[in-house]
């Protein structure tokens, strides 16, 4: 049973160029997140998604960064234009569908490898 | 969401049993408290989750008292391999499911 797939694992890209991050979600996950990593801090939370839906972007900048998860395929995170600061960890966790009625307090987030993007 | 507080580093021996602490005054009454260990260069994996009293699994304990404003996780006999950030969270995951993660705790287990 594969776990979280992310890929590149390493990604540079020059200033100003695009860069596209994907997410394979373990199997039969439908939700998705996306957290950044800059070096000796933690994780923080970008978006969650569901298929083909944006559930919530509070942590992601407005500008230039966006995110999908299409009805097939893996979920992008796209960081247009790039500078130096956003060189970092970007990883993606999934998470099984949420079931009502369930245990409601039960959250575990699945993590993939991460991809570091270095921005020269 | 409620701050969580931990130390920020510990060091340890093999064969030793590590308790790390993290303070969560704020917790709500629907909270949930959670650990994560993150290797380097990896993702973050889940270890525990309880709401009171102890929790135990394969990997390790969680204590957590009446007034629930703390939480401690035992690893028990460490050994190298638990060289790792271990992070506390707290939240209730029935609203908005993003996880919040601080700083966490950078443990070193020397042999």
């Known amino acids: 049973n594969a776990g979280v797939m992310q890929n590149p694992r390493h990604l540079v890209r020059r200033r100003g160029q695009e860069a596209r991050l994907r997410c394979s979600p373990m199997k039969g996950h439908s939700h998705v997140y996306w957290y950044r990593q800059l070096p000796e801090e933690g994780l923080k939370f970008m978006v969650y998604l569901q298929k083909e839906n944006i559930i919530d972007e509070s942590g992601m900048p407005k500008e230039r960064f966006s995110a999908e998860f299409p009805k097939e395929g893996p979920s992008i995170l796209r960081i247009q234009q790039v500078v130096r600061g956003d060189s970092a960890a970007y990883f993606c966790?999934?998470?099984?569908?949420?079931?009502?009625?369930?245990?409601?307090?039960?959250?575990?987030?699945?993590f993939g490898p991460g991809t570091r993007l270095t921005v020269l | 969401l409620a701050k969580t507080t931990q130390p920020i580093s510990m060091d340890s021996y093999e064969g030793q049993e590590v308790n790390i602490t993290c303070s969560h005054n704020?917790?709500?009454?629907?909270?949930?408290i959670t650990w994560y260990q993150q290797f380097p260069s990896q993702g973050p994996r889940f270890i525990i989750q309880g709401y009171k009293t102890k929790v135990t699994n394969e990997v390790a304990s969680l204590f957590i008292p009446a007034d629930r404003k703390s939480s401690t996780l035992s690893l028990p006999r460490v050994s190298l391999s638990d060289t790792a950030v271990y992070y506390c969270?707290?939240?209730?995951?029935?609203?908005?499911?993003?996880?919040?993660f601080g700083s966490g705790t950078r443990l070193q287990v020397q042999p």
């Open positions: 969270l707290v939240g209730s995951y029935t609203g908005r499911r993003a996880l919040t």
């Open positions: 704020n917790i709500a009454t629907n909270d949930y």
């Open positions: 966790a999934s998470s099984p569908p949420y079931t009502s009625g369930g245990d409601n307090s039960y959250n575990e987030q699945f």
